[in-house]
Structure formats: structure tokens, C-alpha cells
């Protein structure tokens, strides 16, 4: 996996967004390239003034949408035995579509967006959304909302971290649960509030 590693950094330092939006378009087609990899050596080059916040992000949602539909567009028209059968030549982990399927189970078309956070579901949760066929339009509009927050946090800690960006690899899962659970809780508060508004609004009429 090192030598891969090294092989995706110098294709990221020599080919800049270009590369980011290839790899993160790769990495959410349930090829297994790290998003802290990318994302993190990318905020490394901000870092260094060789690349900037917003074209960096840019980069990393549009290869990551365009991966996305693909494999959402393979579950859609393969289904689950096609991927059963042909995935294993793509590295895709029979257990890893599991994992998502489960997901999707539990939380339906929601989970397309919760996901994007979490390690391992993330890069597989468009097969199941293909696979029961969900509304690709709700299935772009939550892939969106999910994936930019975590773009931009990798990209931003990769930033902060600057020469030490490579802690990311050792802690990237951790900082994707908690990140995951610090939004679920923010979502919840402010859907509280937004019902406690509404409710007050209709007692005065």
C-alpha cells in the first residue's frame, strides 16, 4: 500500500486538481484510495501556497459526485449480482457492500448523506442506493450535502496539519466518527428548534 501511496501523492504533486478529482472520483467508484490520502496532501499544498481552499474543493466534489452516480448507476442497472460476481475484480469487498447494504437498510435514501462521513460506508453506500433504484435526483442532492462538509474538513485539517498532514492516516477514521456524530447532533438541535419555532408560531394564530 506504500508504494501505491507514493504513486498517488506524485501523481497528486504533478498534476494538481486534475489528479485530486481523478483519485476522489476513484475513491468513491469503491476503489480503496483514502480520501485523508488525497484530501490531506491536498491541504498540505495549501499549506504551501500550491493550491487554494476553493479549487481544491471543487476538485475533490466533482471527481466524488462523478464516482458516485457511476457506481450508483452500476447498482441501478447490474443490481446486487452483478456486483456480487464481477466486484471482486474492481477490489470490491463483498463484506464492504454488506456493510453499506445494512446501512441503507436502516436509514434508506438518509443514509446516503450520514455516510459520506463514515469510514468503509462512504465509498460503497451508492451500490445500495442503486440497487433499490432511489431517485437520482434525491441521490445527487444528498451525496452533495454529505460529501462537501467532509471535503472540506480533510482539506482544512490537511491545512492545519501542514508538514505533520500524514496523521491523518492513523487517526483519519476517528476524526470521521466524530465528525459524523458532532453533525447528527447539530442536525437534531437544529431541527428541535425549527419544531419548538413552528410550534410556537401556530399557538399564536
Avoid at 458516485?68 to 447498482?75: A, K
Avoid at 447539530?186 to 399564536?204: N, Q
Wanted: aromatic fraction near 16%; charged fraction near 20%.
Amino acid at each position: 500500500m506504500s508504494h501505491f501511496a507514493d504513486m498517488f501523492l506524485g501523481f497528486i504533486d504533478q498534476w494538481g486538481y486534475f489528479a485530486v478529482a481523478v483519485l476522489m472520483g476513484l475513491e468513491n467508484a469503491c476503489i480503496p484510495i483514502p480520501s485523508e490520502l488525497i484530501l490531506g496532501f491536498a491541504g498540505y499544498l495549501i499549506y504551501i501556497d500550491r493550491m487554494t481552499l476553493t479549487m481544491a474543493t471543487v476538485a475533490g466534489m466533482i471527481g466524488g459526485m462523478v464516482g458516485s452516480i457511476l457506481t450508483y448507476y452500476v447498482g441501478h442497472l447490474g443490481g446486487r449480482p452483478f456486483v456480487d460476481k464481477y466486484g471482486k475484480y474492481f477490489f470490491v469487498k463483498k463484506s464492504h457492500v454488506d456493510i453499506a447494504q445494512e446501512w441503507f437498510d436502516k436509514y434508506g435514501v438518509k443514509a446516503v448523506f450520514f455516510s459520506r462521513m463514515l469510514p468503509v460506508v462512504r465509498t460503497f453506500i451508492s451500490l445500495p442506493a442503486g440497487f433499490a433504484h432511489v431517485d437520482i435526483k434525491k441521490f445527487i442532492f444528498y451525496t452533495f450535502v454529505g460529501s462537501l462538509p467532509w471535503t472540506i474538513l480533510i482539506l482544512v485539517i490537511g491545512y492545519s496539519l501542514g508538514e505533520g498532514w500524514k496523521i491523518m492516516m492513523e487517526v483519519g477514521h476517528e476524526i470521521s466518527i466524530a465528525f459524523c456524530i458532532i453533525l447528527v447532533i447539530v442536525v437534531a438541535v437544529l431541527y428541535y428548534k425549527y419544531k419548538k419555532r413552528k410550534e410556537k408560531k401556530k399557538s399564536m394564530e
